[in-house]
């Protein structure tokens, strides 16, 4: 298993490898070794799957303390941008965003830790996204962001994604007062 690391903090992309043979392929898609090199020990708790049309925008999401979760996320078929931000005050890079294209023909898998917004464009049709949380579900608890919030600029690679009633509204960084801290 490779792994990358990125300008901002916290943020790794694993590429698993996979083992093709006339039968097909075969890949680890977890292994909690995958963290050790970088000194995390992320207990998941929950999977969660969705599947989405080609040109789908789901986010900017996260769920506030003390339900904040890490996310671990890939794609099983399909194509899609991924996108996280920094919103953990007193971090360097707060506000500042990565993108990691994740598909599925290298498998990779990017690790989002507590403290971001998360969100996705997907490229493809039926792009089956799937990710492990490190904590449950607490409706109560959800916030997000702004998708196309001009002061993060995220360059979502397609115009005109189609976005959900709920995420059209969400506020802009500008007016959030962030819960997360370094
Ligand atoms: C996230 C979640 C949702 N739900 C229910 C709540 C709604 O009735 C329905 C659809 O939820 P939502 O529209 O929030 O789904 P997404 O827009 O894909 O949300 C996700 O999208 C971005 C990319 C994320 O990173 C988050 O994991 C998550 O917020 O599933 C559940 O029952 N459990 C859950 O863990």
Request: hydrophobic fraction near 40%.
């Given at each position: 298993?490779?792994?990358?690391t ?19 392929f ?37 769920q ?9 996320v890939r ?43 998360h969100g ?20 109560a ?10 002061q ?31």
């Amino acid at each position: 298993m490779e792994s990358k690391t990125y300008p901002i903090e916290g943020l790794i992309e694993f590429i698993p490898r996979v083992f093709k043979d006339d039968r097909g392929f075969f890949l680890e898609t977890f292994s909690q070794k995958m963290f050790e090199p970088f000194g995390i020990d992320p207990v998941f708790v929950q999977d969660n799957q969705s599947v989405s049309k080609k040109g789908v925008l789901r986010g900017l999401h996260f769920q506030k303390p003390p339900f904040a979760q890490g996310k671990l996320v890939r794609v099983a078929s399909g194509k899609a941008i991924d996108i996280a931000v920094d919103l953990r005050r007193g971090s360097a890079t707060y506000g500042q965003y990565v993108s990691c294209l994740l598909d599925s023909e290298r498998h990779n898998m990017f690790w989002v830790p507590p403290g971001f917004a998360h969100g996705f464009v997907t490229l493809e049709e039926n792009t089956t996204f799937l990710y492990k949380c490190t904590d449950y579900y607490q409706q109560a608890a959800e916030g997000g962001i702004l998708w196309n919030d001009p002061q993060i600029g995220i360059d979502w690679g397609i115009s005109d994604p189609l976005v959900s009633a709920k995420d059209e509204v969400l506020p802009l960084l500008k007016d959030f007062d962030s819960p997360f801290s370094v």
